[in-house]
């Protein structure tokens, strides 16, 4: 069985820096076993990638199920910071997405998928999930991905 590191690897992928907190926050913390980080946004070097609400006359649903993977990168960045490295993640437990959405866009879980592609790319496993459609999101983010690993 590969690790963590070695199937984001085997994607062609690498961990990013850790966002810098853009208010009054950590990126994540440990807490009773568990890693769990605040939301991420799909920044990408220091820019958002996507921006604006999902819909018609809006972001474009794949662009922002692109975005949604940033952000789960973005996660795994965090929560490999606060536990010392990807391979002491066992798995992702939790995931909740929030897609800013215009008020005839219903494919949030869509959007969300690219995060869960991704988590479930990296540790094998399936885990919980939220997907929800919010009017504006900081930063007029797109998309935002918090999530919630289990430590081995």
């Given at each position: 069985m590969s690790s963590p590191s070695e199937n984001l690897k085997a994607l062609g992928l690498s961990l990013p820096e850790v966002a810098a907190p853009v208010a009054a926050y950590v990126p994540a913390v440990i807490d009773r076993g568990v890693v769990r980080t605040s939301g991420q946004l799909p920044f990408v070097d220091g820019e958002l990638a996507c921006t604006g609400a999902v819909g018609e006359g809006g972001a474009d649903p794949e662009q922002a199920k692109d975005a949604a993977r940033l952000c789960a990168l973005n996660c795994l960045a965090a929560a490999a910071a606060a536990a010392g490295g990807l391979d002491n993640l066992s798995?992702?437990?939790?995931?909740?997405?929030?897609?800013?959405?215009?008020?005839?866009?219903?494919?949030?879980?869509?959007?969300?998928?690219?995060?869960?592609?991704?988590?479930?790319?990296?540790?094998?496993?399936?885990?919980?999930?939220?997907?929800?459609?919010?009017?504006?999101?900081?930063?007029?983010?797109?998309?935002?991905v918090e999530a919630e690993f289990s430590l081995v």
């Open positions: 798995g992702c437990v939790k995931v909740t997405g929030f897609v800013s959405s215009k008020s005839d866009f219903y494919g949030q879980p869509a959007v969300i998928n690219g995060a869960s592609e991704l988590f479930g790319a990296v540790f094998g496993d399936a885990h919980a999930r939220s997907a929800v459609g919010v009017p504006v999101l900081p930063l007029n983010s797109s998309v935002e």
